[in-house]
């Protein structure tokens, strides 16, 4: 199983709102102890130096740099050392410690980096917290003939195990703190990725309800406007996958039933004939000229749905090529004029320009056929059909007009769909399958065209087909 689909969102949700929580909550905490124990030392350093800097004064006035019987400078340091629970150092130039409030270091030598300093005249001071102490050097600064001089060093060291305990403590607090905020966040994170979640978990189980057919319903779940709208798109998309399946079922049914119906023509023309053992040569004859004739009806619709299937493929692909336009209107113009002789009908072509286009010539002169085959098809004897060919700097048109019977109102939103005809019986008898302008249609979709009809009932119709100069591919 992937990472990604084993963090369920609500353990995603939960997840982050501990974790939003619990991260500030210990950063806040630990910075705010390191801050107290940073502030605290500052503080101690700061008075430790203000008393060092007394001391120092109080050492050089006694003059015990020079002769150490001076003053009770021992009991003096050895008081103010116990009161810090420290220690104190007096050092001459020579770096010798003449006072040690510990007796230990007495006599010795120190050249420890600080003194050093000091006795250059600076003021040091050092938190050393392994050590829990502050230790702060300051020179011991005497009047020789009115002029200053370093005598020596003070070292002054105070414990500050108070703020190593005081740390603690707060520490303390804080794991205690951080325990109770972990949980309150245990418990918030619960609830709300569960209440987060509840919405998509109610869509999951409605569209389960919808996919298995156990309900007709539409899916409502309007917690969240992201929610709603994803609801809403689904219904949509349900609402189109329906309608594709009706039509699919209706295309279908129509489908099995043309087909059926020229089989069963010939059936009743075979059985009949057959039910007549003496019947004539010549009903024979006319008998298997109809029965020719449900055979050619049959072809036609199959070559059609054919057409179409090959049109209908969501890849289909088209053979696109530069095409002389007004040269394949010439040679369709061509094929068609037996048919309009034949029905008596007048067919001319009009060009208004040269125009050469990229498409498909086979799928677009299917297209344009079936149009000019309809205007002479749906005409009256002496009737006309203009075909024109127009363009401009980026489509072409094409024009197919016809004065023949026109198309009813009502009818002319249905005639591209499949097996649609306006009166099915006359269609049937001038050969019509139902298919032309769905082919037609699809063909000039394909070449990213478009096509409107106009019809007056008994005064004619007037199909505009206009298609891109140039082909593009669609990015899907
Ligand atoms: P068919 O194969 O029946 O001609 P089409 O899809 O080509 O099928 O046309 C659908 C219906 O539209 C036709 O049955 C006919 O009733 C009507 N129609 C198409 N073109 C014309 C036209 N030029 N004039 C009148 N009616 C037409």
Redesign the pocket.
């Known amino acids: 199983m992937k990472l990604r689909t084993f963090f369920s969102l609500r353990k995603r949700i939960f997840i982050q709102i501990v974790l939003a929580g619990i991260i500030p909550a210990i950063i806040i905490t630990v910075s705010g102890i390191f801050l107290y124990v940073k502030r605290s030392s500052a503080n101690d350093i700061n008075s430790l130096i203000s008393e060092a800097k007394l001391m120092s004064n109080h050492v050089s006035t006694s003059g015990y740099m020079n002769d150490q019987t001076a003053g009770n400078m021992r009991e003096r340091m050895t008081a103010v050392g116990n009161s810090y629970s420290g220690r104190i150092l007096l050092i001459n130039t020579s770096y010798r410690i003449l006072l040690d409030t510990y007796y230990v270091d007495e006599g010795r030598i120190t050249v420890w980096e600080n003194v050093v300093r000091s006795m250059k005249g600076e003021i040091t001071s050092l938190y050393d917290e392994d050590n829990q102490c502050i230790i702060v050097t300051v020179p011991i600064r005497t009047l020789h003939d009115d002029k200053e001089r370093i005598d020596g060093v003070l070292f002054i060291s105070k414990n500050t195990s108070y703020i190593a305990q005081t740390k603690n403590f707060y520490l303390n607090a804080a794991f205690e703190f951080l325990i109770m905020i972990a949980f309150i966040l245990v418990i918030v994170g619960i609830i709300l990725s569960r209440v987060l979640t509840d919405p998509l978990k109610k869509m999951s189980v409605s569209i389960d309800a919808i996919k298995n057919g156990t309900t007709q319903d539409e899916l409502k779940i309007d917690e969240y406007k992201e929610v709603a709208e994803i609801s809403d798109k689904f219904n949509d998309f349900t609402t189109q996958m329906r309608m594709i399946d009706e039509s699919r079922q209706e295309f279908v049914s129509n489908v099995s039933h043309e087909l059926k119906t020229p089989l069963a023509s010939m059936k009743v023309l075979a059985d009949s004939i057959n039910s007549m053992p003496d019947a004539p040569v010549d009903l024979y004859k006319e008998f298997m000229g109809d029965i020719g004739e449900e055979i050619d009806r049959e072809t036609k619709t199959i070559n059609d749905l054919l057409s179409l299937v090959r049109l209908d493929k969501a890849n289909a692909t088209l053979n696109i090529s530069p095409v002389n336009i007004n040269e394949l209107m010439e040679l369709l113009m061509k094929r068609l004029r037996p048919l309009a002789e034949e029905k008596k009908v007048e067919l001319v072509l009009e060009s208004f320009r040269p125009v050469t286009a990229e498409v498909d010539e086979v799928k677009f002169s299917l297209a344009i056929m ?1 149009l000019v085959e ?2 002479i ?2 005409n009256d004897e002496g009737g006309y059909v203009h075909v024109s060919v127009n363009s401009d700097h980026q489509f072409f048109f094409i024009r197919v007009e ?1 004065n ?4 009813p109102d009502e009818s002319l939103d249905s ?1 591209f769909e499949r097996f ?4 099915k019986s006359h ?1 049937r008898e001038i050969g ?7 082919i037609t249609k699809n063909a000039i979709l394909m070449h990213h065209g478009e096509i409107k009809v106009s019809s007056t009932l008994g005064e004619g ?1 007037t199909f505009d087909v206009r298609v891109p100069l140039s082909y593009i591919e669609k990015v899907s």
Request: aromatic share 8%.
């Open positions: 079936n309809n205007g098809k749906y016809d023949g019977m026109g198309i005639i649609y005809r306006v009166d269609s019509g399958t139902g298919l032309g302008l769905a119709t």
